[in-house]
């Protein structure tokens, strides 16, 4: 393929090959086993997910601002149901909770 529209954007990050995923699918030619053992470290827990924090769906906005002002380190994921406010995995609740 040639270059994708952000080819040159990522190419100075250290991008040694940039795949257009409208035009290619990423998954071809991975191997099934190397799908089986992505999946058991995750189930383990020794490969866990990069979440920044949990909102409940009441502090969307919160999560939104956020997320703008470049303040997010991983995911934010947000709870429907329940109650409580937003928390890191491990921490007290969010900030004004």
Do not use: C, F, N
Request: proline share 11%; net charge negative.
């Amino acid at each position: 393929m040639q270059h994708p529209p952000k080819a040159d954007l990522v190419r100075p990050l250290g991008a040694d090959e940039v795949v257009d995923h409208l035009r290619e699918d990423p998954a071809d030619g991975v191997h099934p086993y190397d799908l089986r053992t992505l999946g058991g470290l995750i189930e383990s827990g020794a490969l866990p997910p990069a979440l920044d924090r949990t909102y409940p769906l009441a502090e969307v906005p919160d999560a939104v601002r956020r997320l703008r002002d470049g303040r997010v380190r991983g995911k934010i994921a947000i709870r429907v149901g329940g109650s409580g406010h937003g928390t890191r995995p491990g921490a007290e609740p969010a900030e004004g909770g």
